[in-house]
């Protein structure tokens, strides 16, 4: 069973950091494109950063000098470093991940079941 597994989200101050981690797992060929995205409470979920299997980065223009996405591929894994949080950061964080799997081969989005970030006094 392929599967995406987050943790490390939680209660933070304002200014602190946290680093999520995004572990994929089952019978993987390999992995494409790796990403977060964030969904806060009564709005749309939103791409915040993503990474290509050779390394190249996007990021959301609010996060752009306080977030890091970075992937160890041999441990089929991404991670978000996240610095100098804000309160508006506060919302429940996916891993989205391009996976091929199967047989044939096929490439398909899946998606973790979220971890919740919140930023607060």
């Known amino acids: 069973q392929v599967q995406l597994v987050e943790s490390g989200g939680g209660l933070v101050q304002p200014g602190g950091s946290l680093r999520l981690s995004c572990a994929a797992s089952?019978?993987?060929?390999?992995?494409?494109?790796m990403g977060w995205y964030r969904q806060a409470p009564g709005k749309q979920r939103e791409l915040v950063a993503v990474i290509t299997s050779g390394g190249s980065t996007n990021y959301k223009d609010s996060v752009k000098g306080r977030f890091t996405i970075s992937r160890d591929n041999a441990k089929n894994t991404v991670y978000l470093q996240m610095n100098s949080l804000k309160p508006e950061d506060t919302a429940v964080y996916y891993c989205?991940?391009?996976?091929?799997?199967?047989?044939?081969?096929?490439?398909?989005?899946?998606w973790g079941q979220g971890t919740q970030v919140t930023v607060s006094s």
């Open positions: 989205n991940a391009d996976l091929w799997v199967g047989t044939p081969l096929r490439l398909y989005d899946y």
């Open positions: 089952g019978s993987i060929f390999s992995i494409n494109r």
